[in-house]
T-cell receptor, first 112, second 113 residues
Framework: ETGVTQSPTHLIKTRGQQVTLRCSSQ?????VSWYQQALGQGPQFIFQ???????GRGNFPPRFSGLQFPNYSSELNVNALELDDSALYLC???????????FGPGTRLTVT | QQQVKQSPQSLIVQKGGISIINCAYE??????FPWYQQFPGKGPALLIA?????SEKKEGRFTISFNKSAKQFSLHIMDSQPGDSATYFC????????????FGKGTMLLVSP
């Protein structure tokens, strides 16, 4: 176990709705990255947070947004959900300046 | 543009055999190459990683071979066991300013008893 926790485990939403996913990083880690993993694919980088600011972003539209809190936990928010947003959302924690990233168990989002 | 290409897509190996998964990358700025293991319903778990300044790294039954000139690296699982049956992802990291992983599409490994 990595010590990275995510909630909820599963979520079902309707197209057009908004969703918030949560992540608690491993103790001592100050950086959180979010990834989207579609079925049968590798994870794709969404964005990274460090010191409560977005520190880098992948090829995802602005309706994907996030937050990081002083205790390094993080939220991923997705507005105007689309069917293609159905995926496993993973958060990974790391220490700034180190390459190793440790993933949580993920949140399975289904958009109907 | 797929920056990390992984093969094969699936692999069946007999218990005790050697599993070999290959990856090729395009971006010469990449400088960290991890392998992750993922079981169904779980997040990816960091297995082993290598940097381009070494050609091989071994941890237990897992070995990474790295060929910088060919921009290729591979994972070898010696004495494969049924418990190794999982999906394996190679990845690469090297963006300046922040650390982000670019993943391959994964290899589903089945080790038959």
């Amino acid at each position: 176990e990595t010590g990275v926790t995510q909630s909820p485990t599963h979520l079902i939403k309707t197209r057009g709705q908004q969703v918030t996913l949560r992540c608690s990083s491993q103790s001592g880690h100050n950086t959180v990255s979010w990834y989207q993993q579609a079925l049968g694919q590798g994870p794709q980088f969404i964005f990274q947070y460090y010191r409560e600011e977005e520190n880098g972003r992948g090829n995802f539209p602005p309706r994907f947004s996030g937050l990081q809190f002083p205790n390094y936990s993080s939220e991923l928010n997705v507005n105007a959900l689309e069917l293609d947003d159905s995926a496993l959302y993973l958060c990974a924690s790391s220490l700034k300046g180190r390459d190793e990233q440790y993933f949580g168990p993920g949140t399975r989002l289904t958009v109907t | 543009q797929q920056q990390v290409k992984q093969s094969p897509q699936s692999l069946i190996v007999q218990k005790g055999g050697i599993s070999i998964i290959n990856c090729a990358y395009e971006n010469t700025a990449f400088d960290y190459f991890p392998w992750y293991q993922q079981f169904p319903g779980k997040g990816p778990a960091l297995l082993i990683a290598i940097r381009p300044d070494v050609s091989e790294k071994k941890e237990g039954r897992f070995t990474i071979s790295f060929n910088k000139s060919a921009k290729q690296f591979s994972l070898h699982i010696m004495d494969s066991q049924p418990g190794d049956s999982a999906t394996y992802f190679c990845a690469a990291n090297g963006n300046s300013g922040y650390s982000t992983l670019t993943f391959g599409k994964g290899t589903m490994l089945l080790v038959s008893p």
